[in-house]
């Protein structure tokens, strides 16, 4: 069963116009979420993050909006670069745990030049 | 400032052998993560280590995997009589108990392939 579900497999948008991943779950437990970014043979990185606390958290061009009531979250890239083009993860865990996470599929994002 | 290393990058192997892929985290961090990631599919949890301990494995890590982490610092992972099945990304991650910021630092991950 998946927890964590990222619905969309891909996505494609122009460069300069915004980008709206979506990340859907269903373990109430969860209350730190995050976003990582993968180019092809190459590991994770972070991106961004949310505490359940927060409904919205901002780092230049990246926001991550949580809605705790629906158990969703999204990542907003504006303006999107086609450097960003690549496989984003949304994950969860249950904090002060052992910061285990928990992925979704992840969505393709392509950015057109 | 050097991040986690994972050796090696590519694995081919015959259905049958044994295969034994390391980790070594960022330094100063305590915790140590393994993860499987398959075509299609985001990472899967497999084990993890506090130190030296190995405190959770998930079901997914059959009788034929085991992990290590001797010392506390590096870690392997060994799988016994590949199966096709075994052919993933291995991806080893590692963080802090004193970061509460929840976020795990990957490697880049040890492709294998079983034929």
């Known amino acids: 069963d998946q927890q964590v579900k990222q619905n969309s497999p891909s996505l494609s948008v122009q460069e300069g116009r915004i980008s709206i991943l979506n990340c859907d779950y269903t373990n109430s437990m969860f209350d730190y979420f995050l976003w990582y970014k993968k180019y092809p043979a190459e590991g994770p990185t972070f991106l961004i993050s949310i505490s359940s606390i927060k409904d919205k958290n901002e780092d230049g061009r990246f926001t991550v909006f949580l809605n705790k009531s629906a158990k969703h979250l999204s990542l907003h890239i504006v303006p999107s670069q086609p450097g960003d083009s690549a496989v984003y993860f949304c994950a969860a865990s249950v904090s002060g745990a052992n910061s285990k996470l928990t992925f979704g599929k992840g969505i393709t994002l392509s950015v057109r030049p | ?115």
């Open chain 2, 1 to 115: 400032d050097t991040g986690v290393s994972q050796d090696p990058r590519h694995k081919i192997t015959k259905r049958g052998q044994n295969v034994t892929f390391r980790c070594d985290p960022i330094s100063e961090h305590n915790r140590l993560y393994w993860y499987r990631q398959t075509l299609g599919q985001g990472p899967e949890f497999l084990t993890y280590f506090q130190n030296e301990a190995q405190l959770e494995k998930s079901r997914l890590l059959s009788d034929r995997f085991s992990a290590e982490r001797p010392k506390g610092s590096f870690s392997t992972l060994e799988i016994q009589r590949t199966e096709q099945g075994d052919s993933a990304m291995y991806l080893c991650a590692s963080s802090s108990t004193t970061d509460r910021s929840e976020k795990l630092f990957f490697g880049s991950g040890t492709q294998l392939s079983v034929l």
